[in-house]
C-alpha cells in the first residue's frame, strides 16, 4: 500500500511538473514568440550589417586601386608622345591633381574603412606634390593619428619630409621622435634613428647625429643600419 501510494504521490508530482511547464509556456507564448521574432531580426540585422560593411570595404578597395593606379603612372619625358588609352602626366603635380578628387571622394564616402584611411594619406601626399603644403599637413596630421601604427609611420615621416623642404626644423624632428617613440612594422626605431641622424647631419650638428649613430651601432651590431651608422661615426670623426 505504501509502496503504490509513494507510486502514486510521484506520479502526481511529475504531472504537476509537466503542468506547471505547459501552464508556463502557454501563458508566456506570445511573449516567447515575441522575443524569438526579435532575436531573428537582430541576427538579420547583424548579418545586413556584416554584409554591407564586406561591401564598403570592398568597393573602397576597387576605387583605392583606381586612384593609386593614377598617383603611381610614370611621368613621360617631354616631346613623348601618349600611350593610347592610357593617362600620361608630365609632371608631378599634374598627377596628384589628377587623383586627389578620387582620394577626397573615397575618403569622404568610406572614411570608416581602413581604405578610407589610406585614400585620407594619399590626399595628403597630393597635396604635397602639388604644392599645397597647408592641405597637406591638414590631412597628413589625421592619419598621424590613426589606430593603424603603419599608416601613421607613414603619415609621421611623410609631415617630418614636408616640415624639412619648409625649413621647420624642430617640426621635423618631432616627427622622427614620433617615429622612434612608437615604431612599426612599418617604420622600426632604427629607421627613425637613421632618418634624424641624417637631418641632424645636413644641419650639420655632428654630435646629435653621432649619438644617434652610436645607439644604433649597440643596439644591433651586426645589421646594416649597425654598419651604415659605424660609417658615418668614421667620417664624423
Known sequence: MRAQTRHQLKQDRFAEAVYQQVSWAQEHRKNVIIAAVAAAVVLAAAIGLWWGNSLRNLTA????GEAQRILESPLTQ????PVPGEQSFSTAADRAKAALPKFLDIAGHYGLTASGHIARYYA???YRDMGDTANAEKELKKTAGDHDKDLASFSHYALAQLY???GREQDA???YQELINKPSDAVSKTTGELYLAQLYESKQQNAQ???LYQQIAKDDPKSEAAQFAQGRLSVLK
Do not use: F, R, S, V
Open 78 to 81: 617631354p616631346g613623348t608622345p
Open 173 to 175: 624632428i618631432a616627427q
Open 124 to 126: 595628403g601626399i597630393c
Open 164 to 166: 624639412e623642404a619648409q
Open 61 to 64: 578597395g576597387t576605387q583605392l
Open 209 to 211: 647625429a653621432k649619438t
